[in-house]
């Protein structure tokens, strides 16, 4: 009798979550910020085309920089890793979940880089969340730069530490702060994820050393397209005291990890709450990440063509006469400002089949709002062009 009751109740009262929950949509909605999920189908073979509800699209909004999700030496790995180990690690890393492909990563990307030690995460937002809310406490102080992810304020939030914010890629405004503040770390992205901007890696670490500050680098749009930036600093244990690399991106798969030193991933091993009660990585996306390492390193084709291809993305807007920021980066920001009119124009070059994000507030400052479009090793010229040309059209 009792549980009729309490259904009856459900049912005739709308509960006060639904409430919040309708309010809170409507307000994003009405603002132009509501978020919501499209389940597309890609095109086999390497490419960078998709469907979506029966229409074909170039891709312009991926990070899978140079194409590595679909390269034959990856699906070989998952298939002949997947027969040693199945498609599940089965545990946390601390009971049984962690396996020699797991240690054959972290030792990999530790020679790459230079640290002592590594430990493998779900993803980039678990690794950096877990690293910041671990590593600092109310007694730390940090400074970071304005324009770090959304997954480091987290985690800086929720350790309780003090955290200042230094201004955007300005190594004045951070050397202020460290000497205002003396920080235990200063925080920032070697490949900022919306701009494309590279951060000065090698000034922040000289002010670091000379104020015994860790420097902590957010390098998850960096990791793996060295080989294609020219003269590109890339992240190291030379520059960096902690690394966090993720495999989403340019390595193409699934992952991540924090590299450091022997004594910082014994403590996370010990400490990190995300490490000890997640079940870990598979061994198979191990695996894959390790493949796809191994092809990142030297002056490899893939990188060769997306350098090829960044540049002659920008020499075409020039001679379009659109106005881009000065990244070289694969990430080739297009600032609109007013959240409506980019919205507008995504939407108007889906329409042309080119599918280009439109990015705003709050994942990019008010007044900023943009395409973020992304250039990869698997465009053609003939697929850029397209997308010039629908860019002309659409920006009249």
Known sequence: ????????????????????????????????????????????GESVC??????????????????????????????????????GSGSSPLVTGYSDAHVQLEQAL???????????FCSGFSANAALMKTLFDSGDTVIADKLVHASII????????????????????ADRLMAKYSPQAVITESIFSMDGDIAPLEALSTSCKRNNSWLIVDDAHGFGIQA????????????????????????????????????LIDFLVSNAREYIYSTAISPVNASVALAAVELTQGANTRALTLADNIDYFKRACGLAHITLTDSITPIQPLIIGDVDKTVLIAEQ??????????IRPPTVPKGSARLRITITALHTHDEIDKLVSALTLVLG
């Open 110 to 120: 530790c020679q790459i880089t230079g640290h002592e030690a590594g430990l493998l």
């Open 154 to 173: 987290d985690g800086l939030t929720d350790s309780k530490a003090t955290f200042k914010r230094f201004l955007h890629n300005d190594i004045q405004s």
């Open 228 to 263: 294609a930036l020219g003269n590109y600093v890339p992240a190291s244990a030379e520059l960096a005291d902690v690394q966090v690399v993720t495999f989403g991106k340019a390595i193409g798969c699934q992952g991540a990890a924090i590299l450091g030193s022997q004594a």
């Open 1 to 44: 009798m009792i549980v009729s009751d309490v259904n009856a109740g459900s049912k005739a009262e709308k509960h006060s979550l639904f409430d919040k929950i309708g309010s809170k949509q409507a307000q994003l909605n009405d603002a132009g910020l509501l978020r919501r999920r499209q389940a597309l189908t890609p095109e086999q």
């Open 349 to 358: 070059l889906r329409e042309s089949g080119i599918w280009v994000g439109a």
């Open 50 to 87: 998709f469907s979506l509800n029966g229409r074909h699209y170039l891709n312009f909004s991926s990070n899978d920089y140079l194409g590595l999700s679909q390269a034959p030496q990856l699906l070989e790995s998952l298939n002949t890793s997947a027969k040693t180990y199945g498609v």
